[in-house]
């Protein structure tokens, strides 16, 4: 008799249940509830799936047929999208930020049959009547019919030679997961990603050792997010543990203390708060050369190099700092990988020194996440990491583009060919990036090809690299770079209220956020963090003036997506005053 493999499995349905029998008793999930921390084994997983997966069928959704989940990242939600897969269905994740519209666009467009969404409030978004195709609405927690009914019915009702039959039928190429764009440059698309999309990232993320078996990975991020998804589907193919985060934002740096991490996905936000928190009251010097002592040890070590006695001692005076960094992370944290948006190299570098690695990684909904990355045994500050793993290709062409080729990339827009044919040509997905390869194989991004700014002098600006460079300031929150057939750059700048409201108390400075931006002080220390950006461009690309708006961009007026990029045109409908007196 053969010994089962997480590898063998076909379909990524079926991961769950060759899961159970390759892990096991292993604790395969941990969630907090009533105050304390809870755990599922594998075998409790895959039981739990089956159920509701049976469920499902006894509730008409049929093979092939599009369910949709609208929810908060909880374990519930892995268990519903398992299910919907394991039932031969498609699942298509919306954030649970989302507004009616957009929840009732998806709906339609996707041809869902069902909604599983969080709770009644979730619900109330949608008008059964109005969605063509969606025949009802299943809760996971609240009054009404819920998936604890649906998978209460399965167990009663096993469907189990209906599932088998099912996954059986299903090819590696058949759609999965259909994951909405976000809709920056106009309506979502539905990219369609594979079974076999992501079994590739699977393979990929053992060869790269990312998740390894023995880690406790902690997730917060949203689940409609490619990049969740990964690493929902990466932790139960490798027998990692994975910690649903309790569904508090303001619990998140607390409960990596509790959950004590060895993998950490995240987006840049949560790595520049805790390396403000941390360095905070350091003056610049001396946080500069404990940062260099740091990375010399770390060096040395990871080199398997002798410490000079001199740079062991420096190290230890300064290590008291980067102990109390390790352990806000749990103190046990092997790894993390940023992605979605840029990270400055100065917090990068503080992070490697401090013993806590933040890698880097690049990719796209169209490639189910990943393009290139950084890892451990082969990094480069900067940039975004390299490639050539698992059969992954990614080349720059004539104009800059970043063009990527291999087993990762989606199966084009739902129900869209033309979009489709736009961006993917000749077996390459033209992602619409603008970057460089260095000699060694690294990718750096340069700007999007769609937000070439060209100034009336002719100029052609990526307006990314500046909006990086103040962004790396711990004081901007945004910055939108204005300037297309005009004689000059602009910006509209926001700040971060948790910096700014603590310092404006310190200078003695009296007023809410909105009156401490039109303080004289405030402009000032803008003034001095847009001239050091501008000190790394050439006169074309530098910010000649600016404006400071009186309160951050939000979701909720449509100038961020759901993963928190900018809609820059948006922004630029939204606050037009605003930058037609800055040409004033």
């Known amino acids: 008799m053969s010994v089962p493999t997480v590898g063998s499995a076909r379909v990524v349905s079926e991961l769950p249940f060759v899961a159970a029998e390759v892990h096991r008793d292993r604790v395969a999930w941990r969630y907090r509830a009533d105050d304390s921390w809870h ?18 069928v006894l509730a008409g959704v049929g093979a092939g047929d599009r369910v949709a989940v609208l929810s908060e990242t909880r374990y519930e939600w892995s268990t519903a999208g398992l299910a919907i897969l394991a039932a031969g269905g498609v699942v298509v994740p919306i954030y649970a930020s989302s507004s009616p519209e957009e929840v009732a666009y998806i709906l339609g467009d996707s041809g869902a049959v069902l909604l599983v969404a969080e709770n009644p409030a979730q619900a109330a978004k949608v008008d059964v009547d109005s969605v063509e195709d969606l025949r009802g609405i299943v809760l996971i927690e609240g009054e009404g019919r819920t998936t604890a009914d649906l998978a209460a019915e399965g167990r009663a009702t096993p469907a189990a030679e209906e599932l088998e039959t099912r996954r059986a039928g299903q090819s590696p190429d058949d759609p999965s997961v259909i994951i909405y764009t976000s809709g920056t440059t106009g309506p979502p698309k539905g990219c369609v990603l594979t079974h076999r999309n992501w079994l590739a990232m699977c393979h990929l993320t053992e060869e790269l050792s990312y998740v390894v078996a023995d880690d406790t990975v902690y997730l917060f991020l949203p689940l409609a997010h490619v990049f969740a998804q990964i690493v929902q589907f990466s932790a139960l193919y490798m027998g990692a543990t994975l910690a649903f985060y309790g569904g508090d934002a303001k619990r998140i740096v607390p409960e990596l203390a509790e959950v004590r991490p060895t993998f950490l996905p995240s987006v840049p936000r949560i790595f520049e708060k805790i390396y403000t928190i941390a360095t905070a009251g350091i003056p610049a010097e001396q946080l500069q050369q404990a940062v260099g002592v740091g990375l010399k040890h770390r060096a040395l070590v990871e080199a398997g190099h002798p410490v000079p006695p001199e740079l062991a001692a420096a190290f230890a005076q300064v290590d008291a700092v980067f102990a109390r960094v390790r352990g806000v992370f749990g103190g046990r944290l092997r790894q993390a990988l940023s992605g979605a948006a840029p990270i400055s190299p100065e917090v990068l570098d503080f992070f490697l020194a401090a013993g806590v690695p933040v890698l880097e990684g690049y990719g796209m909904s169209e490639s189910t996440g990943v393009g290139t990355t950084n890892t451990l045994s082969r990094y480069r500050i900067g940039s975004v990491g390299a490639f050539g793993v698992g059969g992954l290709d990614v080349r720059i062409a004539e104009d800059g583009e970043i063009l990527m080729s291999g ?64 962004r790396q300031s711990r004081w901007i929150s945004h910055a939108v ?50 001239d050091e950006a501008n000190s790394h461009f050439v006169k074309d690309s530098q910010i000649r003036r600016f404006a400071i708006l009186d309160r951050d961009l939000s979701q909720e007026d449509g100038e961020l997506t759901p993963t928190l990029k900018v809609k820059r045109k948006v922004v630029h409908t939204v606050h037009e005053g605003l930058y037609q007196e800055l040409y004033s």
């Open 39 to 56: 755990e599922k084994t594998f075998v409790e997983i895959a039981t739990s799936v089956g159920d509701l997966a049976s469920g499902l």
């Open 481 to 530: 770079v204005f300037g297309d057939r005009r004689p000059y750059l602009v910006a509209l700048i926001t700040l971060d209220p948790e910096e700014l409201l603590p310092w404006a108390e310190k200078q003695g400075i009296v007023g809410g956020y909105a009156d401490l931006v039109r303080h004289p002080d405030v402009v000032t220390l803008v003034q001095g963090i847009v």
């Open 407 to 470: 087993p990762h990339l989606f199966a084009g827009y739902w129900r869209n060919p033309e979009a489709t044919a736009e961006v993917l040509r000749d077996g390459w997905l033209h992602t619409g990036d603008l970057g460089e390869i260095d000699e060694d194989g690294f990718v750096r991004i340069t700007g999007r090809k769609k937000d070439i700014i060209i100034t009336a002098g002719g100029k052609n600006i990526a307006p990314a690299n500046v909006e990086n460079q103040l």
